[in-house]
């Protein structure tokens, strides 16, 4: 007789909605609100206490910049994108009429399109930064995913190993870069190269501080296989690779994302200081520009880097764990 029962709470409108909502399997309106409400007032109290306190820090370069210093400075670079965007296209289309006047005298005439010379734009600079940490984070995960897994399935290597990661994993982007340089200037020598000097040293300096923690993720996510797992590829006398395609790898995936995350934010840091340094045309480079500058300005430009960094790192994570959620079964 308990099963034709119900309760008040479930009859009438209100428990028909709660029914609903848990069969669509949609979030109660309540706690989604929540959940969107906390987070802004954690924002709105740090836009309140930025505003009161920055005016009360006094710099060489005048007052600390403020909220709506920081949002006037940042409409201006954008707005010097723009500007920066219809001058380059100017001067791509007064080259293709002249060029046009060219051939109609001589078809058989040799001409060709310049790019624009000026100097790039803070855009264009985030554009870069972000070609550099994903070539130098991809870099790393090639070289991390399958050491680890190596090292994972060999204890002899991984006692082997371990005094090296352990030794160079702690080390500096600052003590890596000089080396880095001086390797890439003696070895990357040529009349046409591919790549800029300046790009290759930050990249290659992403590389060497990022893929620890994927190294060391991977490896213990290998030794962390289920024994039932590995039996079974016994019993089926299961080839290497086949062992590593079809039973390491989809066991150790969970793991492996957790450290691919971890070196994508490593990255991510350390490229800002490589840019600083190598003077590769990045996001680095610009608050190392503005720092020198010394403008009135100077301060509410590079807090504008400041916030586009953190939140270009805080989406390059968000990214990696929706990838992750698709890839790991069990996420």
Known sequence: MTTLTTSASE???????????????????????????????????????????????NTSLGAFPGPAQVW???????????NQRARADKFVTMQEQRNQRILEKDPDADVRIRPYPGAPTFLDQVGTSLITV????????LIAV????????????????????????PVSPLAWLPLVTMVVSATYVSDDPMFEKSF????????????????????????AVDPDLLNVSRVLRLSFWTHVRKVV?????PM???????????????????????????????????????????????MV???????????????????????????
């Open 134 to 141: 994903l070539c130098g984070f991809a870099l790393a995960t």
């Open 11 to 57: 009859t009438g409108a209100p428990g028909l909605f709660r029914r609903l909502f848990a069969r669509l399997s949609v979030p109660d309106p309540a706690s989604a609100g929540k959940r969107l409400l906390l987070p802004l007032i954690g924002i709105l109290a740090f836009l309140g206490f930025w505003h009161l306190a920055a005016p009360q820090v």
């Open 200 to 223: 290759l040293t930050s990249m290659i300096t992403v590389t060497l501080c990022s893929l620890w923690p994927t190294l060391i993720n991977t490896s213990v996510g290998v030794l």
């Open 256 to 302: 492996i994302f957790t450290g691919l995350r971890v070196s994508l934010g490593i990255a991510w840091m350390v490229l800002i200081a490589a840019e600083m340094l190598a003077q590769s045309p990045g996001l680095g480079k610009f608050v190392w520009d503005e720092f020198q500058n010394g403008s009135s300005q100077s301060l509410s430009r590079i």
């Open 249 to 253: 790898l989809p066991a150790s995936v």
């Open 146 to 169: 399958p050491l680890g897994i190596v090292i994972g399935l060999n204890r002899h290597f991984q006692a082997a190993v371990n005094p090296l990661i352990q030794i160079f994993k």
């Open 305 to 331: 880097a400041v916030l586009v960094i953190g939140f270009i790192g805080f989406l390059l994570d968000r990214v990696m764990l929706l990838i992750q959620k698709k890839v790991a079964w069990n996420e």
């Open 72 to 82: 006037e400075q940042g409409g201006q670079l954008w707005q010097e994108h723009l």
